[in-house]
């Protein structure tokens, strides 16, 4: 079945540094969703990639689709307080009704 | 007030016990998931339903059952058979472009 690989699982920044979460699928996909889920809270859709080499801005959230259609990142600059929490990736592929999520990378940042 | 309710947020059984998860849904989505959540983990796909009357197994569906009879309804069922149940479950529907709505969960502990 289709593996999605999640990198870092843990993060640590001081405020105001950089932040990048990366995703990785065995096979092609046909989109690629990231998620935000807040300590004790439920994940929150961010965004979703359907094109080859597609980015997309929201304020200090970047995220980017490969072109080979098989993996994605997303980063956040100049990282805040508010940024606390686990980003998942959900990758579909070809033919599936049903998405494949990353284990998660959680983010704590120091003030 | 649109959304996805699970009821309830906590919950306590006895182990040999089988107990009922309820995932409501008002946005008319056909599509409905149940995840579970282990610690520090990702979410993992127990059962989905991509239309009423019809639902299939996701990657660890042992242990448990669901219905779909209503659009708006999935409920779970965590049965006896299920090794470790203490999990938080996520229930999710899907929009039009493929994004999940999650519920806000129910924290199970089985002793």
């Known amino acids: 079945g289709q593996q999605v690989m999640q990198i870092p699982q843990y993060q640590h920044v001081q405020e105001g540094e950089d932040f990048t979460t990366y995703c990785n699928s065995s096979?092609?996909?046909?989109?690629i969703q990231w998620y935000k889920q807040r300590p004790g809270g439920h994940p929150v859709f961010l965004i979703q990639?359907?094109?080859?080499?597609e980015v997309k801005k929201q304020k200090r959230l970047t995220f980017q689709f490969g072109e080979a259609k098989k993996n994605s990142s997303l980063h956040i600059t100049a990282t805040q307080t508010t940024d606390v929490g686990t980003y998942f990736c959900?990758?579909?592929?070809?033919?599936?009704?049903?998405?494949?999520f990353g284990d998660g990378t959680t983010l704590t940042v120091k003030p | 007030d649109g959304g996805i309710t699970q009821s309830p947020k906590y919950l306590f059984r006895k182990e040999g016990q089988n107990v009922t998860l309820s995932c409501e849904q008002n946005?008319?989505?056909?599509?409905m998931y149940w995840y579970r959540q282990d610690p520090g983990q990702g979410l993992r796909l127990i059962y989905y339903?991509?239309?009423?009357?019809?639902?299939q197994k996701g990657d660890i569906a042992e242990g448990y059952s669901v219905s779909r009879e209503k659009k708006e309804s999935f409920p779970l069922t965590v049965t006896s058979a299920q090794k470790n149940p203490t999990a938080f479950y996520l229930c999710?529907?899907?929009?039009?472009?493929?994004?999940?709505?999650f519920g806000p969960g129910t924290r199970l502990t089985v002793t």
């Open positions: 946005l008319n989505h056909d599509a």
């Open positions: 096979t092609t996909l046909s989109n």
């Open positions: 990639l359907v094109k080859s080499g």
């Open positions: 959900a990758a579909r592929g070809t033919n599936a009704g049903k998405s494949t």
């Open positions: 999710a529907s899907r929009g039009r472009n493929y994004e999940q709505y």
């Open positions: 339903s991509q239309i009423v009357n019809d639902f």
